[in-house]
Nanobody
Framework: QVQLVESGGGSVQTGGSLRLSCAAS????????MGWFRQAPGKEREGVAA????????YYGDSVKGRFTISQDNANNTVYLQMNSLKPEDTAMYYC????????????????WGQGTQVTVSS
């Protein structure tokens, strides 16, 4: 089965940076999407960023455009999320997902999910 292993979460001050990693096993992401989602307490899970593995097409949620960058390492089947200029409203549990069939920033497009990693940004 597919397993997504996440790392890189933590606590930073406003304006700081974090880099999240998601390594996929039991899955060859050669012709599909991998994405990052986040969910804060009391809010719905929202799409942050996604990448089409074959061509490198990238998609970003409106709230993170210009601050976050998604990238891939094909040799390691790993996707990264570089987060810069972090704000307190970025505080959430961040999830990695794989295998989108529909719009890559829709939660319902994915069947495989990671365990989540917490990101906390202090004001």
């Amino acid at each position: 089965q597919v397993q997504l292993v996440e790392s890189g979460g933590g606590s930073v001050q406003t304006g700081g940076s974090l880099r999240l990693s998601c390594a996929a096993s039991g899955y060859t992401p050669s012709n599909s999407y991998m994405g990052w989602f986040r969910q804060a307490p009391g809010k719905e899970r929202e799409g942050v960023a996604a990448i089409y593995i074959v061509a490198g097409f990238k998609y970003y949620g409106d709230s993170v455009k210009g601050r976050f960058t998604i990238s891939q390492d094909n040799a390691n089947n790993t996707v990264y999320l570089q987060m810069n200029s972090l704000k307190p409203e970025d505080t959430a549990m961040y999830y990695c997902a794989a295998g989108a069939l529909g719009w890559p920033l829709n939660v319902r497009s994915y069947d495989h999910w990671g365990q989540g990693t917490q990101v906390t940004v202090s004001s």
